[in-house]
T-cell receptor, first 113, second 113 residues
C-alpha cells in the first residue's frame, strides 16, 4: 500500500534536546496530521494542519504545513522521557476524491535520560 | 462512550478461520474508518463509512475482507478464510465528519497461525 516517506526512521536523543522530523511526498495534500503511537495503543493526534505554510504549536510541539503542500515538519523542543514513542504523519490527498488519510512510515524516538 | 472502543483486543485464529472485529465509534461521529497496521509500519487505509454507507473500500486487500455498519454506528470488519499475511493490528477511527480529525481506538491485534 501507499505510505509517505518519513525521516528519520529512528533517533536516539538526550533528554532536553530538540527533535526534528519530516514527511515528504510527490503528491499534493489538503491536510496534514501528526500522531504519536505508544506500544499497544492507537495513534493519538498531536497537531492538525489545514493550509499551506501554516505553523501550529501544541506545547513543546510545533508543526508546519510545507508551502509546496507536499511535505510537513514536526519539531519537539526540550525533549523529555515521555516523548518516547512512534510519530506518524498522515496526509489527506488533494486529488483523491475521498477522505482517506495516507500515513508515513513512522519515526521511532527514544529519549535517553 | 468517551472514546473509540474496539474488541477483542487480541485475536488468535487458525489459518482458514473466519474472524469478526468490532468497532464502537465515538457517539455522534458520522464517519468511521478501518486501517491495517503491519508490524513496524504505519496504518494503511482499508475502508470508510459515512453513516451506514460504505463510500470507499479501495484499501480492502481482497474479497475475503468485508466491512459493514448497518445502523450507522457500530461497525464490524470480517475476514474470511484468514491467512498468515492477515496478521496485523486492525485500527478503527471515527470522526465527526469526513473532513474532521480522526480519533483512533486501541486496535485489535490479529495473529493467524
Amino acid at each position: 500500500g501507499q505510505q509517505l516517506n518519513q525521516s528519520p526512521q529512528s533517533m536516539f536523543i538526550q533528554e532536553g534536546e530538540d527533535v526534528s522530523m519530516n514527511c515528504t511526498s510527490s503528491s499534493i495534500f489538503n491536510t496534514w496530521l501528526w500522531y504519536k503511537q505508544d506500544p499497544g495503543e492507537g495513534p493519538v493526534l498531536l497537531i492538525a494542519l489545514y493550509k499551506a505554510g501554516e505553523l501550529t504549536s501544541n506545547g513543546r510541539l510545533t508543526a508546519q504545513f510545507g508551502i509546496t503542500r507536499k511535505d510537513s515538519f514536526l519539531n519537539i523542543s526540550a525533549s523529555i522521557p515521555s516523548d518516547v514513542g512512534i510519530y506518524f504523519c498522515a496526509g489527506q490527498l488533494a486529488t483523491s476524491g475521498t477522505y482517506k488519510y495516507i500515513f508515513g512510515t513512522g519515526t521511532r524516538l527514544k529519549v535517553l535520560a | 462512550g468517551a472514546g473509540v472502543s474496539q474488541s477483542p483486543r487480541y485475536k488468535v485464529a487458525k489459518r482458514g478461520q473466519d474472524v469478526a472485529l468490532r468497532c464502537d465509534p465515538i457517539s455522534g461521529h458520522v464517519s468511521l474508518f478501518w486501517y491495517q497496521q503491519a508490524l513496524g509500519q504505519g496504518p494503511e487505509f482499508l475502508t470508510y463509512f459515512q453513516n451506514e454507507a460504505q463510500l470507499d473500500k479501495s484499501g480492502l486487500p481482497s474479497d475475503r475482507f468485508f466491512a459493514e455498519r448497518p445502523e450507522g454506528s457500530v461497525s464490524t470488519l470480517k475476514i474470511q478464510r484468514t491467512q498468515q499475511e492477515d496478521s496485523a493490528v486492525y485500527l478503527c477511527a471515527s470522526s465527526l465528519m469526513e473532513k474532521n480529525i480522526q480519533y483512533f481506538g486501541a486496535g485489535t491485534r490479529l495473529s493467524v497461525l
